[in-house]
């Protein structure tokens, strides 16, 4: 239950600027602070550092520029040339190369085209350098136009991108179908958004249930996938998924933190995934 107030929290957290201030003042002052445990820093230094470390234990990682539901085209540009300098920065510290975003930090919700071409931008300046960019899911607003917009790019030959599933939507196992069998990566989570009955599972039994099963499926038939949980349960059904599949532990994605558990939700967000020996992306 705290770990479902907890996303909920920093997903409204991260439209407020007034309580990034707050947060960022109260909660960021000391190495110890709470939000240093979802927070791996507010600059791209700070973050750069945070991701070093990672990489230093034997993960690999993926950095998230948080700041999603820009208003205008202005925070758009912004939010886009910011993660033109977070491939820099991550190119030029030799760290793991792997980015995620939210369309609609690019400029979804005030214009599509804008998005899109924002985040050519991005691929076109990331790919060339061997970075995988990760379209991380909204709420279910979002779906469908965050996959068409993956199909279009991987289309026009944009391979070096992924998306994000959530188990608790009951489209998703069509969903993972449709993006499987383009030979897209996925990374399944359970889903942060509260979501009306009639389009998502509404007890947590009926959302594991989901996502165990399209677990198995991307296990036996994914392409790179990322299983991204902190729940035990599901975490040891994956492990063992895996072992009868002859998958080594190396190869699945894991969420930063001991056990595959904490992820850090920033102002420049750091995950972890699999080992550093996996062909895994996050």
Do not use: C
């Amino acid at each position: 239950m705290l770990g479902r107030v907890s996303r909920h929290f920093f997903h409204f957290l991260a439209g407020v600027r007034t309580l990034q201030r707050v947060a960022s003042r109260l909660g960021m002052r000391k190495p110890t602070s709470f939000a240093r445990r979802f927070i791996a820093g507010e600059t791209i230094d700070e973050a750069i550092a945070a991701a070093r470390a990672v990489q230093a234990s034997g993960l690999l990682l993926t950095l998230d520029h948080l700041g999603e539901n820009v208003t205008n085209l202005d925070e758009a540009d912004a939010a886009t040339r910011t993660y033109l300098d977070i491939v820099q920065a991550m190119t030029a510290a030799g760290t793991d190369r792997n980015i995620s975003l939210k369309l609609t930090s690019l400029g979804l919700d005030v214009d599509k085209a804008s998005a899109i071409d924002n985040l050519r931008k991005i691929l076109e300046r990331a790919e060339p350098a061997g970075f995988f960019v990760r379209l991380d899911m909204e709420s279910s607003l979002y779906t469908e136009i965050t996959l068409e917009i993956f199909e279009m790019l991987w289309q026009q030959g944009y391979r070096g991108l992924g998306v994000v599933l959530q188990a608790a939507l009951r489209r998703t196992e069509q969903d993972l179908q449709r993006i499987n069998a383009l030979g897209g990566r996925i990374r399944l989570v359970k889903g942060a958004y509260t979501e009306p009955k009639s389009i998502a599972y509404q007890n947590k039994a009926d959302v594991d249930a989901a996502y165990a099963r399209m677990m198995h499926v991307l296990i036996a038939s994914g392409h790179y996938p990322a299983i991204a949980t902190h729940d035990d349960a599901m975490i040891e059904l994956t492990r063992q998924a895996a072992e009868d599949r002859g998958v080594t532990p190396d190869r699945l994605s894991r969420r930063h933190g001991d056990h595959l558990r904490s992820f850090a939700w920033v102002r420049t967000m750091i995950w972890s995934a699999a080992r550093r020996t996996a062909p895994t992306t996050p």
